[in-house]
């Protein structure tokens, strides 16, 4: 089993930036693809970003621009940098590890609020 921490979720006013980690008690080397999930109450739960094993990374429309992800496998973390943050970017967000036979891991959530 990988446990996912995710930290660094808080208050901001709209233009403003968060980064969010998440970090995992294993090495992420050989997972697949790592990303960042999110949900807003009364939404569906929506990917934000991924980044695979070989770096290539996919974005959302609507972050597109704002939002990085990257990682650091020597510390077996993603971040997820995310600037000019909009009052609909409210959502608490997950940490995924999409990993190897078919194993998916999600960690439980920091709470993201853009509020003026």
């Known amino acids: 089993q990988v446990q996912l921490v995710e930290s660094g979720g808080g208050l901001v006013q709209p233009g403003g930036s968060l980064r969010l980690s998440c970090a995992a008690s294993k090495s992420i080397y050989s997972a697949n693809a790592m990303g960042w999930y999110r949900q807003a109450p009364g939404k569906q739960r929506e990917s934000v970003a991924t980044i695979t094993s070989d770096g290539d990374t996919d974005y959302a429309n609507s972050v597109k621009g704002r939002f990085t992800i990257s990682k650091d496998n020597a510390k077996n973390t993603v971040y997820l940098q995310m600037n000019n943050l909009k009052p609909e970017d409210t959502a608490v967000y997950y940490c995924?590890?999409?990993?190897?036979?078919?194993?998916?891991?999600w960690g439980q959530g920091t709470q993201v609020t853009v509020s003026s």
């Open positions: 995924h590890l999409d990993h190897t036979f078919g194993r998916n891991f």
